[in-house]
């Protein structure tokens, strides 16, 4: 039986809202910053990298998903993007909760 390695994806997607949307209650744009995502190797040296990502990236909040809190701001144009970071498994490997309560806990955010 030869053993395969596991790894994880995190995607990025992103919402961007003008001041001409907000009105409408709607995004000015929405959609795939990085549909194939960054892989990542499920052991520790995997999730130390990814934790190091999402925190780069300004994630602040989990809610089956990871999210920035802060948007970023266009102060030229008035929109703000925030982001949302997704972890994609191979359905085989059943460790997406797994992955998600390691960083929720590196993040020090809640999980659940």
């Given amino acids: 039986?030869?053993?395969?390695?596991?790894?994880?994806r995190i995607t990025k997607a992103f919402r961007t809202i003008s001041p001409e949307s907000v009105k409408d209650n709607e995004y000015e744009d929405e959609g795939w910053e990085d549909e194939e995502g960054r892989e990542f190797s499920f052991d520790k040296?995997?999730?130390e990298e990814a934790y190091e990502y999402l925190d780069s990236e300004g994630v602040?909040?989990?809610?089956?998903?990871?999210?920035?809190?802060?948007?970023?701001t266009d102060y030229q144009t008035g929109e703000d993007t925030w982001y949302d970071f997704f972890i994609k498994v191979d359905p085989e490997i059943p460790c997406?909760?797994?992955?998600?309560?390691?960083?929720c806990y590196e993040l020090d955010l809640k999980f659940g």
Avoid: A, C, H, Y
């Fill in 60 to 72: 602040g909040q989990f809610d089956g998903w990871f999210s920035t809190v802060d948007p970023q």
């Fill in 45 to 47: 040296e995997g999730i």
């Fill in 96 to 103: 997406k909760k797994n992955i998600e309560r390691l960083l």
């Fill in 1 to 8: 039986m030869v053993k395969t390695e596991r790894t994880f």
